[in-house]
Nanobody, 125 residues
Framework: QVQLVESGGGLVQAGGSLRLSCAAS????????MGWFRQAPGKQREFVAA???????YYADSVKGRFTLSRNNAKNTVYLQMNSLKPEDTAVYFC???????????????????WGQGTQVTVSS
């Protein structure tokens, strides 16, 4: 089984930066695609970014150029570096893991088998 724990959320002013971490436990971590999703109150959970086992990266249009996703397999950790934050980025951010996802499937919640509990990101104007 894969267990995911997010950290690094908090309160930041617009234009600031924040780095989220997702620590994973599990012997097959390196074989998984790791994704980040976010959910604001009253809204659906939406795709933010993903990184495949081959380290291909995918970004939502809303965060492209501002967010950077990376992974460190030796530490079983993925990182979401968030720069130039906007109030619209305010949400609970969830880390997710799925095995051997195709390029199309990485954007959708149903592609992932495991989820963290989420970490709150609040961006003030």
């Amino acid at each position: 089984q894969v267990q995911l724990v997010e950290s690094g959320g908090g309160l930041v002013q617009a234009g600031g930066s924040l780095r989220l971490s997702c620590a994973a436990s599990g012997r097959t971590f390196s074989n998984y695609t790791m994704g980040w999703f976010r959910q604001a109150p009253g809204k659906q959970r939406e795709f933010v970014a993903a990184i495949s086992w081959s380290e291909s990266t995918y970004y939502a249009d809303s965060v492209k150029g501002r967010f950077t996703l990376s992974r460190n397999n030796a530490k079983n950790t993925v990182y979401l570096q968030m720069n130039s934050l906007k109030p619209e980025d305010t949400a609970v951010y969830f880390c997710a893991a799925g095995p051997s996802l195709g390029a199309a499937l990485v954007y959708w919640t149903q592609g992932y088998d495991y989820w963290g509990q989420g970490t709150q990101v609040t961006v003030s104007s």
